[in-house]
């Protein structure tokens, strides 16, 4: 069965370090999305592709926070630097809808950030 | 503060119905979901229900709405060790942005 894939799963780094997410989804899956999940809370939105197009990054820290999608496929998901706020699980998404249609997002195994 | 409500947690007895509930704020939504998420993974799509719909079953999952009052629920029958988990509602909007809301931890004891 197709799944999303993230690496790495797990993550400590120092704050002020440069740290990087990575995300293969579905193939053929047109939008992509990467949530952040604080513990105790439900996924908030970072940012979401449509293809290689950033549809919205409204929630994205962009002082820190950097996504891309270049050919429209896998994504990474770069924070630098590092805060110990950003400690929290990252999620990437898939759909293989389109905006404005049925968002069944699938959702890979989430990368677990401890910032120390 | 959430767009999206739900009780935080729900005790349940194996073999009883669990119901777990969730309001929504926004009317516009035409697709609201059901996830589950068992303890260090991602979510996993339960079921979801179009806004035309006012009930969907599954399975053991029935999920209703109601759109007059943005209430939506999830019943699982015959509730089982491996249904604990947390629950999230989520609705999206027009742009296929998902809003969760704070998930429901149901815990089922034997």
């Known amino acids: 069965e197709a799944e999303v894939a993230q690496s790495p799963r797990y993550k400590i780094t120092e704050k002020s370090q440069a740290v990087a997410f990575w995300c293969d989804p579905i193939?053929?899956?047109?939008?992509l999305y990467w949530y952040r999940q604080i513990l105790g809370q439900g996924p908030e939105l970072l940012v979401q592709?449509?293809?290689?197009?950033?549809?919205?990054d409204s929630q994205l820290p962009k002082d820190r926070f950097s996504a891309e999608r270049l050919k429209g496929v896998d994504s990474t998901l770069k924070i630098q630097p590092a805060e110990l706020g950003d400690s929290a699980m990252y999620l990437c998404?898939?759909?293989?809808?389109?905006?404005?249609?049925?968002?069944?997002?699938?959702f890979g195994q989430g990368t677990r950030l401890t910032v120390v | 503060g959430e767009d999206v409500e739900q009780s935080l947690f729900l005790s349940v007895r194996e073999g009883d119905s669990s119901v777990i509930n969730c309001t929504y704020t926004?009317?516009?939504?035409?697709?609201l979901y059901w996830y589950k998420q068992e303890p260090g993974a991602g979510l996993q799509l339960l079921t979801y229900?179009?806004?035309?719909?006012d009930m969907k079953q599954d399975q053991r999952l029935t999920v209703l709405l109601n759109k007059k009052d943005k209430h939506l629920s999830l019943r699982i029958a015959d509730t089982q060790t491996g249904d604990s988990a947390i629950y999230f509602c989520?609705?999206?909007?027009?742009?296929?942005?998902?809003?969760f809301g704070a998930g429901t931890q149901v815990v089922v004891t034997p």
């Open positions: 998404a898939s759909s293989p809808y389109g905006a404005r249609e049925n968002t069944e997002a699938f």
């Open positions: 592709f449509q293809d290689e197009s950033v549809v919205d």
């Open positions: 229900i179009f806004s035309n719909m």
């Open positions: 989520a609705e999206a909007d027009s742009w296929g942005k998902l809003q």
């Open positions: 193939s053929g899956h047109a939008t």
């Open positions: 926004d009317s516009s939504s035409t697709y």
